[in-house]
């Protein structure tokens, strides 16, 4: 670049104290980059992890699959990226191949969240400039310095978040629904539909058309999981998000999330998080 495209004027400030400022402004933190290269440890490792308040930003680098966030797939093939936001109930399905490579980007924000929100519900396509960015990130990971590396990966990660938000202004949301038609899509929503009626499995096969012991095996073919474990999963996720979002007491969570009595939802909170479901509510909270 030559000196000469600079500016030969610039206007006077008419205040040298007060400047340009964007106070809500992406600022990422605490950074985690990984791979998943095979379809039983992206599906397991995911459940393993259950609820957590960090942003995960995804990309498909091989073999194409859907996510499914809050009910909800989508479809992603290679090239695409995918950016869940905290506490949203999220699993992968329909992987086209046992091998895969999918990179993820773990992160917590300092400052920016609700500008990130709008990339929500949203299949992203970076750009070849996201993608540098990306590739960046991922060398820098590598590096064995993490002090000298840190802060040079994160603001490469603020500029590829802000990247996409730019390109992505908010909008309304509208589920896909040429792609609910799955056979995983649909014990999905029988699940839920059970948890709320206060049904069981078995409730769920005869709806499914299946005996219990087909609905388990293929459940679990298909997920990498058991059916048990992903019901238990999103019961405890329904909870925690209304405990972290509502004033309802304990027993009446208890009831809108599929248990018949405040014992027994006492019993499965402590069994899932090792604690009460007063000092559960605290932590989901952030009290």
């Known amino acids: 670049m030559s000196l000469n495209a600079f500016p030969v004027s610039l206007p006077e400030p008419g205040n040298y104290y007060t400047g340009w400022d964007a106070p809500g402004r992406l600022r990422a933190r605490n950074a985690i980059v990984f791979l998943r290269t095979d379809k039983k440890s992206l599906q397991q490792r995911n459940f393993g992890n259950r609820i957590h308040h960090r942003h995960v930003l995804l990309f498909v680098l091989q073999t194409n699959g859907r996510i499914s966030v809050d009910g909800t797939p989508h479809p992603l093939n290679e090239g695409n990226a995918y950016i869940v936001l905290p506490y949203q109930f999220h699993h992968y399905m329909d992987l086209m191949e046992n091998s895969l490579r999918w990179l993820f980007i773990t992160f917590e924000l300092e400052d920016g969240g609700d500008i990130l929100s709008g990339l929500g519900h949203r299949v992203l396509v970076p750009t070849d400039t996201e993608l540098t960015l990306t590739e960046q990130i991922v ?88 059916i048990r474990r992903y019901k238990a999963t999103y019961q405890l996720h329904q909870a925690s998000a209304l405990m972290r979002q509502t004033d309802l007491s304990l027993s009446q969570i208890g009831e809108m999330t599929g248990f018949n009595s405040q014992a027994v939802f006492t019993r499965f909170v402590q069994r899932e998080t090792g604690q009460t479901p007063s000092a559960w509510r605290k932590a989901v909270s952030g009290q």
């Open 139 to 226: 060398a820098l990971w590598k590096r064995s310095s993490q002090h000298r590396s840190a802060a040079e990966l994160l603001t490469l990660l603020d500029l590829l978040l802000l990247h996409f938000v730019r390109r992505h202004p908010p909008t309304y949301f509208k589920p896909l629904a040429s792609h609910r038609n799955s056979w995983i899509s649909r014990i999905e929503s029988l699940l839920m539909q059970s948890i709320h009626e206060g049904t069981t499995l078995a409730d769920v096969a005869v709806r499914a058309g299946l005996s219990e012991r087909q609905l388990r095996k293929r459940f679990e073919q298909e997920m990498g999981v058991s």
